[in-house]
């Protein structure tokens, strides 16, 4: 599928459905793949926050990102006022615009209007529009050295005539910026180009705003008589006087933020320099000029470097942000603070940033939300796990190359971190496969990430949306969950973690559907193990199996386990490396009662084992690899057949030295199915393999496919094989302890770990497999269709005459599938000719 077919499923997606077009004359032997949930960069719900947030009617904030998205250029992002995130549109750096710095404007017509920094058609910027539902149109491209300017880093302002003015940093006659009005449309006026030199300054930075007696107010952050900055009023038709030059003393300096009127008919200003300290001022202002300082910045306990417009709440006071001095040390004082500040200048902090899951350095102000609550953003910080492999290199920190955070905070200073950028507390690198639990809702794990960075439990509905339910601790609860999770028979989901617990060996803990932890089992790398990769199971006798990849010291070579729901565990083999093999992976239980497995290495020829063990652990070896065509190191749990037969997976060997798949019956004879070529085909499965409702088998490698990074295939089980999809970079491949699931809808979902050396931290993906026409049978004026499907899934059958793209039309209402093959009659129109077409619905 190539990328202009994958985004455009991204879209139907968003919008609620997802289609896949299949017809009889032009059928696809490829799955189609959209991409559900993102966990991290390439921060697709965007990065670097610098905008401030603007409340829309239907009470969410909206705002903008610098970077990241899809094209890393920057988004438009709406968030509720209890934190959910969602992207609502990705620039490309193309005509629509690029990184934009400056925040939206609600127009009167009910669309939000802002200015991207860079893009559009000449690289220098654009204007556009926004609906509130995500559609978006370009409305100007600034032109390379013209007369309207070049970089607009400012949001816009609705003028009385219901048209938007703004400003541009650079370009115009002097080269100093530009002053503009644009219509709805987009036809755009140049009405004043900055100086530099006089009253006016030069390359505005920060918004305008409509003053009450109908003309705009504004700063300039350079130029003016004191070269430190300016304060100007403009009339709608473009005549600028100069209210104020700051002169780099305790007025301040280089105002970089827009100005606010206060109640008292005067407008409230930061500078980012200047100042007693030098570290920032807040000023008042008359309409006529006459400027008072209020208050000078120390960065001390009271921060520093404030580059944000002030807001006025409902008390009378002053409300705001400070950068801080630095991005990235963190230090109490360094990296930005809240604070309220009286019409008089007197200051309190509120909030000093930690550079943790709160953020750090906030550049954009505060907005006073309908709750009487303030929103706002921080450039970065929060959490992000890049997701080193297991056993190398140390967690990366809270705080480091965060992508910003939005926040909370009432007006006496209680702050709530909201989300971060792209949403720390989901976690990063889900590398386990998912479940379907009962209730129909989608369970998974991360590794990394969450409040401590040791991962997280989260929930996620069938549209991708993603709700953390829990973040582990490194204490009893363990760290860095490895394993897909599994629901009980009481509803409550079981699970493993690799490390955390006392000796650092791992735990097994059960979680309520609703995220209530209980620790059940911590790992002492004794006689019971340790670090445990693999999915627990359920026995028929209600206690859960498993498996550890240490026992018996930290150099042991593996044990099978029992726990009670209760959390008595008893260890029942410990491997040896001898003829029972070592590292075992998952375990099922088959309908004799007797629990199969798969050893990863040792066995007789050193290259891993099948074995079969009793409830009371008792162990026997099956099957020894040999290395050759039937494949080495066995690395994933073992799936039942609808012949009652295991079918596995080798990471290695076979006749290409790229893995293998087999099957093997219950008395141990072996039979080799498939050897990939690493290719097309992919190379080293070690996922485990997953049976269809269609009785074919789904399954994963780890490299290989059109782009490198792994494959999704399916196979029979006579061992022909085709390639469903191939994983991108970005996705990463699925991990040895990950899985496909087929949920209820007859789609396949899988957690990709994603690929650390980029900073890709995590995508789960929906697979909808094709479906292909078996038959079509034409009597009289109907047609009897038959087609090979997933049972659950929903289809529509349409028609058309001539296979233009709006020549289709629906026939009879959707199908939803009771069986792999599904049959429909339909009445069509009298034609000569005819196509078919299956469309698979959500």
Known sequence: MNNKQKMACHRSLLAGVCIVVFSAVAARADGTVCDLHTFAPLA???????????Q?????????????????????????????????????????????????????????????????????????????????????????????????????????????????????????????????????????????MSGDGGEPTAPLILGRDGNFYGTSSEGGRGFSGTVFKMTPQGTCTGLYSFTNGVDGAVPEAALVQGTDGNFYGTTSGGGTYYYGAVFKITPSGVLTPLYSFNNGTDGGSPHAPLVQGANGNFYGTSQGSSTFSPGTNSIGTVFELTPGGSLTTLY???NGCDGANPIAGLVLGSNGNFFGTAEVGGVIAWGSSIGEFGRILPGNLGWGTVFTMTPGGQFTSLCEFPGESEGANPGAGLIQATNGCLYGVTERGGTNDDGTVYRMAWDGTVTPLYSFTAGSDGAVPLAALTQGTDGNFYGTTYEGGPSGAGAVFKITPAGVLTPLHTFTNGTDGGNPMTSLIQGTNGNFYGTTTSGAGENGYGTVFQITPAGVLTTLHTFTNGSDGCFPTGLIQAADGQFYGTAEDGGTNGNGTVFRMSPGGVLNTLYSFKGAADGAA??????????GSFYGVCSEGGTNQYGTVFRITASGALTPLYSFTGTNDGGYPQGPLVLGTDGKLYGTTESGGTNGSGTVFQITTNGVLKTLYSITLQEGGPGSYSALVQATNGSFYIACEGASVAGFTGTVLRLIV????????????????????????????????????????????PVTAAAPIINATNARPASAQGFYRILVLP
């Open 770 to 813: 094709p479906p292909a026409f078996q038959s079509i049978t034409a009597t009289g004026s109907s047609s009897a269709l038959a087609w090979a499907g997933q049972t659950g899934q929903t289809y529509q059958v349409q028609y058309s005459s001539s296979l233009t793209p709006a020549g289709w039309t629906n026939l009879g209402s």
């Open 352 to 354: 000093r940033f930690t």
């Open 634 to 643: 066995p690395a994933a749990t073992l799936t039942i057949g609808t012949d």
């Open 56 to 196: 829309g009617a239907d009470g969410n904030f909206y705002g903008t990102t610098e970077a990241g998205g899809p094209s890393d250029a920057g988004t438009i992002y709406r968030v509720t006022p209890s934190g959910v995130l969602t992207p609502m549109y990705s620039f490309t750096n193309g005509i629509d615009g690029a990184y934009t710095r400056s925040g939206l404007v609600l127009g009167s017509d009910g669309n939000f209007y802002g200015a991207a920094t860079y893009g559009g058609s000449n690289g220098v910027g654009t204007v556009f529009e926004m609906t509130t539902n995500g559609v978006f149109t370009p409305l100007y491209s600034f032109q390379t050295n013209g007369i309207d300017g070049q970089y607009p880093g400012a949001a816009l302002v609705e003028g009385a005539d219901g048209n938007f003015y703004g400003t541009t940093h650079w370009g115009g006659s002097s080269g100093q910026g530009v002053f503009f009005r644009i219509t709805p449309r987009g036809a755009l006026t140049n009405l004043h180009a900055f100086s530099g």
């Open 44 to 54: 697709p719900d965007g990065a670097f926050p610098w905008s401030t947030l603007i």
